[in-house]
């Protein structure tokens, strides 16, 4: 994800997806989300922050899901 706070995406699993952050992981029951920073990236004269969300578990879909919906925004 690209320009998405990280701390905001971590409130978000959570208080809203029950999990519990520990470092650069949040855990649930059945799926872990590791945070993995990427490389900015330079563009209109500004560098934009990457970020990568590793999904994992038996409920990784559903969490996956859940990350898609909470970071999805109008303009591409």
């Known amino acids: 994800m690209r320009n998405v706070d990280t701390a905001l995406i971590v409130g978000y699993l959570e208080r809203e997806f029950g999990g ?13 989300v590791r945070i993995v920073p990427g490389e900015a990236v330079r563009a209109w004269g500004s560098r934009i ?10 409920r990784a879909a559903e969490a996956a899901a859940f ?9 591409g």
């Not at 520990?22 to 059945?30: A, F, K, L, Q």
């Not at 990350?67 to 303009?75: A, D, E, H, S, V």
């Open 20 to 32: 519990t952050a520990e470092g650069d992981t949040v855990r649930g029951e059945g799926w872990t």
């Open 49 to 58: 922050p990457v970020v990568f969300y590793e999904v994992e578990g038996p």
């Open 67 to 75: 990350l898609r919906r909470k970071t999805m925004r109008g303009g």
